[in-house]
């Protein structure tokens, strides 16, 4: 038999988000680009920040259903740099998916939110992360996202 993945604590990151530019309703749905502002990481002995300039971009195709798609780079305290895509699955009533976007906090019981980051470095002692898989689960925030990931082992 196939032994069965576990999961290992990686980090926890908050990430901090800006108003919305809303592009309006396309083709595709509803498209949605957040702003990221700053933040932090910290995982087991290691610890960094999340720098500004990156972007959430997100697909609001149903009015329960939201496809997220985040880049960003964090730097560590060592000043190496670790860039992130974490493409995310977000569900939630009709409702509470309006109070997201109206920016107002919901119960994180109420929102399905997954993720499964990626990580490219040329950092030595986190180049290991660029050849695992990842997986998380989130919290949106009015003004910042939480993220628990896990290395699946």
Known sequence: MIQVPELKHFATLKVEIDAPQEVG??????RRVIPITGGSVEGHGWQ???LQGGADFQLILT???????AQYVIELENGELIFI?????RVASADVTQKIKAGIAVA???IYFR?????????PSM?????RVFVGTGIRRPDLVELQIFEVM
Do not use: Y
């Open 48 to 50: 960094g920040k999340v």
């Open 108 to 110: 994180p019981e109420h």
């Open 85 to 89: 895509q974490n493409k995310a699955i």
């Open 127 to 131: 180049q290991w992360i660029t050849e």
């Open 63 to 69: 009015p329960r259903m939201t496809h997220l798609d």
């Open 115 to 123: 993720c499964v980051p990626s990580f490219e470095t040329s950092s």
């Open 25 to 30: 309703v396309s083709v595709h749905g509803e």
